[in-house]
C-alpha cells in the first residue's frame, strides 16, 4: 500500500496539514487517537469517512516521517 494513495497536503485545505485524501481528517488527528489507545473500530465510528486502509496509510506516513527526521530528546 501507497500513502500517498490516501494522504494529501493541500494549502488550501486544513493549513496545509496532511489529511486523508476527500477529508478534513488531520493524519495527525488520527495518530493522537492511536497513541491514546483508541482502536482503529472506534477511530472509524467516530469518523465514517476513514476505512482500515486510511488509517494504515497514516501508519505508513509517519513512518516515513520518522524515517526522514530525527527529534532530538533530551537527557
Same mark, same amino acid.
Given at each position: 500500500?501507497?500513502?500517498?494513495?490516501? %494522504?494529501?497536503?493541500?494549502?488550501s485545505i486544513c493549513h496545509g496539514k496532511a489529511c486523508i485524501k476527500g477529508t478534513r481528517i488531520m493524519v495527525s488527528v488520527i495518530l493522537d487517537n492511536l497513541a491514546a489507545g483508541i482502536s482503529n473500530d472506534e %477511530? %472509524?465510528?467516530s469518523y465514517p469517512s476513514l476505512n482500515q486502509e486510511s488509517i494504515r496509510a497514516t501508519i505508513s506516513y509517519a513512518a516515513e516521517l520518522a524515517r526522514e527526521r530525527v527529534v532530538g530528546i533530551p537527557i
Open positions: 500500500m501507497a500513502w500517498q494513495d490516501y %494522504i494529501t497536503v493541500d494549502p %477511530i %472509524i465510528k
